[in-house]
T-cell receptor, first 112, second 117 residues
Framework: QQQVKQSPQSLIVQKGGISIINCAYE??????FPWYQQFPGKGPALLIA?????SEKKEGRFTISFNKSAKQFSLHIMDSQPGDSATYFC???????????FGRGTSLIVHP | GAGVSQSPSNKVTEKGKDVELRCDPI?????LYWYRQSLGQGLEFLIY????????KSGLPSDRFSAERTGGSVSTLTIQRTQQEDSAVYLC???????????????FGEGSRLTVL
């Protein structure tokens, strides 16, 4: 049973555009929702994270929107750049566990 | 070192052989994780170590897989009698401690790519 569903599997965006990646979860006990960015040949690295007490978190061009009632959260990349081309993973974990469950990833390509 | 170090970076082995993958976490990080990443797939949790507590082995796919962590630092993932479906990138991550538990942020190594012929 996939606990975190991520879409789309791949995404192509023009430079300057907005990239949007969505995730949905099933377990209402989840209380920590990070996004990781992975470049080819490298390990994933934490990009931004949110807890369910807020509906939005912004760091530079990256924003997480969180909808607790719908059990969904999304990553928005504003003014997308070719350097943003990477695979993005959403994840979720529950208090006391700290073992994140990852989505299957989204391959983002930003064309110059 | 400054980050999580994994070795070997690449390993090619024959079906039926045993392999050992090593992870050296960031100094001071008490939590250590192993994940498996297959082509086109997400990150599959394998095992989690937190301090001196018993490891969470709930993600190990079969009894051919085992892991240990010595002295609360270096970890070794062992795969016995390797099969072709074991081919994947094995990622290790560590996490700092806050309030007695992992903070939630994982710091990943670059992975060990395993190819079973």
């Amino acid at each position: 049973q996939q606990q975190v569903k991520q879409s789309p599997q791949s995404l192509i965006v023009q430079k300057g555009g907005i990239s949007i990646i969505n995730c949905a979860y099933e377990n209402t006990a989840f209380d920590y929702f990070p996004w990781y960015q992975q470049f080819p040949g490298k390990g994933p690295a934490l990009l931004i994270a949110i807890r369910p007490d807020v509906s939005e978190k912004k760091e530079g061009r990256f924003t997480i929107s969180f909808n607790k009632s719908a059990k969904q959260f999304s990553l928005h990349i504003m003014d997308s750049q070719p350097g943003d081309s990477a695979t993005y993973f959403c994840a979720a974990s529950k208090g006391g566990s700290y073992i994140p469950t990852f989505g299957r990833g989204t391959s983002l390509i930003v064309h110059p | 070192g400054a980050g999580v170090s994994q070795s070997p970076s690449n390993k090619v082995t024959e079906k039926g052989k045993d392999v050992e993958l090593r992870c050296d976490p960031i100094s001071g990080h008490t939590a250590l994780y192993w994940y498996r990443q297959s082509l086109g797939q997400g990150l599959e949790f394998l095992i989690y170590f937190q301090g001196n507590s018993a490891p969470d082995k709930s993600g190990l796919p079969s009894d051919r897989f085992s892991a240990e962590r010595t002295g609360g630092s270096v970890s070794t993932l062992t795969i016995q009698r390797t099969q072709q479906e074991d081919s994947a990138v094995y990622l290790c991550a560590s996490s700092p401690r806050w309030g007695g538990r992992s903070t939630g942020e994982l710091f990943f190594g670059e992975g060990s790519r395993l190819t079973v012929l």
